[in-house]
């Protein structure tokens, strides 16, 4: 654990959440991310799943949450099973978490280790009509490999034919739409992270370095400060590559009089932040690339001032269109007579900017929630305008985290320098 220990009061409110939501005739199981093969014998990093996460605070793989809404008490509402520490696995792997520790991580008393789960599991199911599954249900998620959950979901048709089955996922989405003051406490600090290492590595950028080079100082300084490194894979693209949305091979040589366009953000304590900025690769912008920037910065301005409790982020998306249209018109990119004959479905502005302008922010980068969800205080959301001029190298994409309150909204990234003068004043600190 790179992070100081969270209270599990967090993650007891977050499993109260749930616990609300289920029926007393119903149990729900949660499982921990699988250790993804890599190659040989060889693993890529753990990631733990948010959902458990979210629940339990625990980082484990192989673990296994259980929720008992039914349950006459209190601490029985809650089992948790986690692998066994065995002298045999900790020479290998270091210590496995014992089940005191697990208690104090997360707050539940029930501890039981993972080799028992299916023996267990049965005794609890006869008591029990309707099971509760979890599953990924993002939309844009697309995998071929079955995970966990899903995997469990086939055992339980086949052993459990008469069990009636429901999902757990919409419930878990509307839980972690609203965050508590601790998950934003953890946000904020992510933010905080990625605007130091942001300002730690600006003055460094010159030209003739690889864009890779951009990529390595900001995981230096996310480690340095804490963080278990990118939120996700970092953008960090010059030129023409400033035009690819999600360009992530970062391996081209800067060269002078260009722009570096980098969507990064660090990772801390599971919790995301998620900027953009443009930075010139000489010490100062072009007149063309100052035009394009305080165009999507005006954008970017107009769209803030729209997001706030009540609305959507379709509702201010399309602000956001009418906006870019208008400083795609004076930029000389479009004219009256494009948008007049614009085909319905696909309108002029599409050619210079085609991505949403916000998501929700949180445990995962691009968190649960659908563009319709109306916002709360408490949520977190992105935004994103951007301007891409293909034939021209320019591609223009400023981003800041927001959250919602109660008074208007904050943006947790205020602190990260984005006008242009600050940004060259960054450019030009080593001289």
């Given at each position: 654990m790179k992070y100081p220990a969270i209270s599990n009061q967090l993650f007891k409110k977050n499993r109260e959440k749930v616990l609300r939501q289920l029926p007393s005739n119903a149990i729900a199981v949660v499982h921990s991310n699988d250790q993804m093969p890599r190659n040989g014998d060889l693993f890529f990093?753990?990631?733990?799943?948010?959902?458990?996460?979210?629940?339990?605070?625990?980082?484990?793989?192989?673990?296994?949450?259980?929720?008992?809404?039914?349950?006459?008490?209190?601490?029985?509402?809650?089992?948790?099973?986690?692998?066994?520490?065995?002298p045999e696995i900790e020479t290998w792997e270091g210590k496995k978490l014992s089940k005191t520790q697990a208690q104090e991580i997360s707050g539940i008393t029930q501890i039981e280790f993972e080799h028992t789960f299916h023996i267990l599991f049965a005794k609890i199911l006869q008591q029990h009509n309707v099971v509760y599954l979890n599953k990924n249900e993002n939309p844009r998620l697309q995998t071929f490999v079955k995970s966990r959950d899903e995997r469990f979901k086939r055992i339980i048709r086949k052993r459990f034919p008469e069990k009636q089955i429901e999902r757990l996922a919409p419930i878990l989405t509307e839980c972690r739409l609203r965050k508590e003051p601790e998950e934003i406490g953890l946000i904020t600090k992510a933010c905080d992270i990625t605007t130091k290492a942001f300002v730690s590595t600006i003055p460094h950028v010159k030209p003739g370095m690889y864009e890779y080079e951009i990529e390595a100082l900001l995981t230096k300084h996310f480690l340095e400060h804490g963080a278990s490194g990118h939120a996700f894979e970092p953008i960090i693209a010059s030129g023409t590559n400033s035009c690819y949305l999600h360009y992530t091979k970062n391996s081209n040589t800067i060269q002078n009089d260009s722009i570096v366009l980098m969507d990064f953000g660090a990772e801390y304590a599971n919790y995301a932040s998620d900027a953009t900025r443009v930075i010139p690769t000489s010490k100062t912008f072009t007149t063309r690339q100052k035009q394009v920037y305080n165009a999507v910065l005006r954008v970017l301005r107009q769209t803030t001032q729209k997001i706030h409790a009540g609305t959507t982020i379709?509702?201010?998306q399309e602000h956001t269109k009418l906006c870019v249209q208008e400083e795609l018109l004076q930029l000389g990119l479009l004219t009256s007579h494009d948008i007049m004959h614009q085909l319905h479905g696909k309108p002029a502005y599409l050619k210079y900017f085609m991505h949403g302008v916000s998501h929700f922010i949180g445990i995962d980068t691009h968190d649960v929630g659908s563009k319709d969800v109306i916002l709360e205080p408490g949520m977190v959301v992105s935004c994103e305008p951007g301007i891409y001029i293909a034939n021209e190298g320019i591609g223009i994409r400023l981003e800041n985290d927001i959250l919602i309150t109660n008074t208007g909204n904050i943006n947790l990234l205020e602190s990260m320098p984005i006008e242009i003068e600050e940004i060259e004043d960054l450019r030009n600190s080593l001289t």
């Open positions: 990093p753990f990631r733990q799943h948010s959902d458990l996460f979210y629940l339990t605070g625990i980082e484990q793989e192989k673990t296994i949450l259980v929720l008992l809404p039914g349950a006459k008490n209190e601490d029985e509402k809650a089992v948790l099973f986690i692998i066994e520490p065995k379709l509702e201010y």
